[in-house]
């Protein structure tokens, strides 16, 4: 798998996650980030043993996009800490069923179904606050494709909302979506401080193919 690198330095690399990759390792054994950094470094650098990249931050398998991992402990902490402090600026963009407002803030409460491996909304007692702001960027053929602010992160927090509000994620069959394709969610802009030189780091990549090439966001 060719690995898209959008920035590397002796603290950190940042990377594009393809659609149906892991973030780390499961059960499953199926290509991962995480493991293919590791190589990508190993044979880079010509490390012998076990190379260290810190996971600091994670996508689901069918989310795509921007993703920064440490390759050393302290920017691995530095930068969790920052993420722990609601300083790393996440945007995603999707495509969802119908119609939707201009532009709105979600707030619901979510909990996990661990057997399940899905989250539900809740009332504020049970479950975890979740709030995310939306805009919409173009209507076509009865679907929504909209910029996304993340506030919080919690478990499938985007396909929860927005399933919740009547408009799952387009091809999302988890959460209700309609469509034959997967599930089109994407981490198209990070944003964060350098965890060692602390200058402004700020990644932008935008998604393309099938049905992202049919809504034109090169301008996101």
Known sequence: MKLEILYEDNH????VKPVGVLSQEDHTKDPDMLTLLKEYLKVKY???GNVYLGLVMRLDR???GVMVFAK???AAARISEQIRNGEVLKKYVAIVNGKINNYGTL???LIKDEKLVKSFVTTKEKGKLAVLDYNLIKFIDNLSIVDILLHTGRHHQIRVQFSNMGNPLYGDKLYGGLGEDHMHLHAYYLSFVHPVTKEPMKFKNVPSGNMWDKFNINNL
């Open 12 to 15: 950190i690399i940042v990377a």
């Open 46 to 48: 010509n490390k012998p």
């Open 62 to 64: 069918m989310t795509s």
């Open 72 to 74: 050393t402990s302290k």
């Open 107 to 109: 707030k619901d409460y």
